[in-house]
């Protein structure tokens, strides 16, 4: 396991053979396997599984309770009728882009792409590549707008 600097871990996490960038806050209740990689400044929630295979660029905010796949055929035995073991399958590679989110509830399938800064709502199930700057949501998740320019607080606390 690799850790930059000021990661931030809170109890209950299992994190094993993953590496984790500057700056980045880990919640209660998530497990990151051997070969992840997170970047820098990221915020990962509670009860958020990140397995293998999985890769989230810098900036990037995932909700609670966030599931990653990354086998699309699972089986718990092999041709021969044994428990599979590592070489009995392929693991498929996703990638969280730069800036993107990924809400709360939300599944994504291995072998995807999350374009940057894009957006994925809360419980939605992500089948396919989401493009940038975009907004998906649903099951499966499909495209719903743009994402617009980012909204300012005024002093007062309204938008």
Known sequence: MKLGRNVRIHA?????????G?????????????????????KISSHTFICEGVIIESGVFI???VMF???RYPRATNEAGQLQSEDDWSCQKT???????IGSGVTLLGGIIVG??????AGS????????????????AKFLRRVSAPRTV???GTL
């Open 116 to 121: 940057e800064n894009a957006i994925v709502g």
């Open 69 to 71: 796949i990354n086998d």
């Open 12 to 20: 209950f996490v299992n994190l094993y053979g993953c590496e984790i």
């Open 154 to 156: 005024c002093s007062a």
């Open 22 to 42: 500057d700056e980045t806050g880990i919640g209660t209740f998530v497990e990151i396997q051997k070969g992840a990689k997170i970047g820098d400044h990221c």
């Open 125 to 140: 199930v992500v089948t396919k590549d989401v493009p940038a700057d975009v907004v998906v949501a649903g099951n499966p």
């Open 95 to 101: 990638v969280i882009k730069r800036g993107a989110s």
């Open 63 to 65: 909700g609670h309770g």
